[in-house]
Structures are given as C-alpha cells and as structure tokens.
T-cell receptor, first 113, second 114 residues
C-alpha cells in the first residue's frame, strides 16, 4: 500500500539555521503531495502542496519540490525561527477510492534561541 | 467562516464502553476523514466518507465504525473500548475528493480509556 518515510527526529536546530526534512513516498499512480504542520496542542494545518512533477510549493519561507523520479518531496527553509517548532507531516494523496491523505509518523522540530 | 469542529474536546471512558465522537465539516465540504493519532505512531487513517458513503477504510477492527449524515457531519463510534484506543482522534474535511484537494483539520477529540 501507499506509505511515507520521513526522518522521525526530533530535529533540534538553532535559530536561523537551515532546515531540511526529507520525505519519500510510495503511491500508486500520480499523487499530489502535501506538507502539514502541527503546533503543540493543535490540529494539523496545511503548510504547502504540489500537484505535479517539478512543481514547487511554498509558504511562510518553507519550500518543497515535487520530484517524481525520486518519489521525494523534501521540505526546506533557509532560516528557522523558534516559532517553527512543531511536528511536520508529509502526505501524498492520489485519485480514486484510496484517495485519502496518507501520513507517516511526522518529524518533530525544535528550534532553540 | 467556521472551521472543522469536533466534539467533545476530551472524553474519558472505561474499558469495554462505547465512545461516540462527532465532527462538523466546513460548510460546503462533502468529504470527511477520520484519523487516529496515538503517541509515537503518527496519524493512522481510519475512515473516509464522501456524500454520505464510505469511500475507504483503514486497517482497524470492525469495532471502529462511523457514518456521515445528510448535512455531511459525521460521527465515529468505537465499541468495546480498549486501553490502546487512547489517542487523539482528528477529523478533517475537504471540498472535493480529487487528488489535489487539501483537507482541513479540526482540533481533535482526546479519548482516554481507563
């Protein structure tokens, strides 16, 4: 079945450091790809998405590029802030009867001042 | 515009009892999804309803069931509760069921089984 592999963390960075969170997926067909973020004590919020190969999703300084050939959708940010501390989830979504979002375990990010 | 709302926020049940969790999607959204978030296990897909029908079901036992009402709200029922059912249950909704459609999440219901 469909699945997602992410570095589990926790990832601990200093403020203004560069962030990369790797995400690879297996999914039948041609999924869209999403990154969601969960701040402490809250539900999930959409961070960014990409719907076709080579598309770049971006939001709040975060970016991710849909790499179909490597089935990857790595999340990057050039300079993290303490307020970015959260759990990040990568999720593919495909068409059809199994077209619900598939999540992995998420990656916990802690940013220290 | 109101987001996805879930009730109750917290629920404490005894092992063997039944729990009912409720979800109201964003107005106009026809798809509702249920996920279980247990500690350390990420989000596990439970159920997906769209326009009143069950579209897909995750790898959970039959004592996890649900339904979607004509107004697209949904409820999740968990029968014969077990201690390991303790988790945060998240509901999400989307406008359509297409692959590019994002899902919006509620704040969740924290179920504790004692």
């Amino acid at each position: 079945g469909d699945s997602v592999t992410q570095m589990e963390g926790p990832v601990t960075l200093s403020e203004e450091a560069f962030l990369t969170i790797n995400c690879t997926y297996t999914a039948t067909g041609y999924p869209s790809l999403f990154w969601y973020v969960q701040y402490p004590g809250e539900g999930l919020q959409l961070l960014l998405k990409a719907t076709k190969a080579d598309d770049k999703g971006s939001n709040k300084g975060f970016e991710a590029t849909y790499r179909k050939e490597t089935t990857s959708f790595h999340l990057e940010k050039g300079s993290v802030q303490v307020s970015d501390s959260a759990v990040y989830f990568c999720a593919p979504r495909r068409e059809g009867s199994q077209g619900n979002l598939i999540f992995g375990k998420g990656t916990k990010l802690s940013v220290k001042p | 515009e109101a987001g996805v709302t879930q009730s109750p926020t917290h629920l404490i049940k005894t092992r063997g009892q039944q729990a009912t969790l409720r979800c109201s999607p964003i107005s106009g959204h026809t798809s509702v999804y249920w996920y279980q978030q247990a500690l350390g296990l990420g989000l596990q897909f439970l159920l997906w309803y769209d326009e009143g029908e069950e579209r897909n079901r995750g790898n959970f036992p039959p004592r996890f069931s649900g339904r979607q009402f004509p107004n697209y709200s949904s409820e999740l029922n968990v029968n014969a509760l077990e201690l390991e059912d303790s988790a945060l249950y998240l509901c999400a909704s989307s406008l359509h069921r297409g692959r590019g459609t994002e899902a919006f999440f509620g704040q969740g219901t924290r179920l504790t089984v004692v």
